[in-house]
T-cell receptor
């Protein structure tokens, strides 16, 4: 069975500083990878996804993530965070070719941006 | 375009009572999913509908949980009788076309269920 590990439950960072949220997965088959974000009092929103092709994927608000197959990682990065990035971030996978589309999530990382 | 909606947003019930959660997916989305997050744990998959059929219900915890999607539109998730460990946030998601490979699930705001 697949699993997703988010090593940090909370990450405080000062405004305009860089941030990296770590995500590792375990699976015996290929996976599709996702980062979701949950802002306070809202539902989950898809931030970015890796299905195939370029291993570096970007979101419209400056986040990027790189799929590293050898390290089974999909870390999320942003070079300069804003107050509005304060949220909980979830890494998730779907097994490719398995006929099932259930997302397997990590436990989430709460990003707190400090003014 | 309206997003995924869920009702109620919060529910507080006593152990042994029954609760029904409702999810309205995005119009035209054939795929509907239920997930649950128990406090302090990860979000876990419960089941997946394709139209009115249950495609995958491998995550349903036990037979106290009953999900339906009559007519392939909205879905309900009934918990009967509720137990303390059922407390958590129940999320619904929908997606348009898995065959197209988009794999993009749109989530609702969740229903926070508290069983006392």
């Amino acid at each position: 069975a697949q699993s997703v590990t988010q090593l940090d439950s909370q990450v405080p960072v000062f405004e305009e500083a860089p941030v990296e949220l770590r995500c590792n997965y375990s699976s015996s088959v290929s996976v599709y990878l996702f980062w979701y974000v949950q802002y306070p009092n809202q539902g989950l929103q898809l931030l970015l996804k890796y299905l195939s092709g370029s291993t570096l994927v970007e979101s419209i608000n400056g986040f990027e993530a790189e799929f590293n197959k050898s390290q089974t990682s999909f870390h999320l990065r942003k070079p300069s965070v804003h107050i509005s990035d304060t949220a909980e971030y979830f890494c998730a996978v779907i097994l490719s070719g398995a006929g099932s589309y259930q997302l397997t999530f990590g436990k989430g990382t709460k990003l707190s941006v400090i003014p | 375009e309206a997003g995924v909606t869920q009702f109620p947003s919060h529910s507080v019930i006593e152990k042994g009572q029954t609760v029904t959660l409702r999810c309205d997916p995005i119009s035209g989305h054939d795929n509907l999913y239920w997930y649950r997050r128990v406090m302090g744990k990860e979000i876990k998959f419960l089941l997946h509908f394709v139209k009115e059929s249950k495609q995958d219900e491998s995550g349903m915890p036990n037979n106290r949980f009953l999900a339906e999607r009559t007519g392939g539109t909205y879905s309900t998730l009934k918990v009967q009788p509720a137990e303390l460990e059922d407390s958590g946030v129940y999320f619904c998601a929908s997606s348009q076309d898995t065959l197209a490979g988009s794999y993009e699930q749109y989530f609702g705001p969740g229903t926070r269920l508290t069983v006392t």
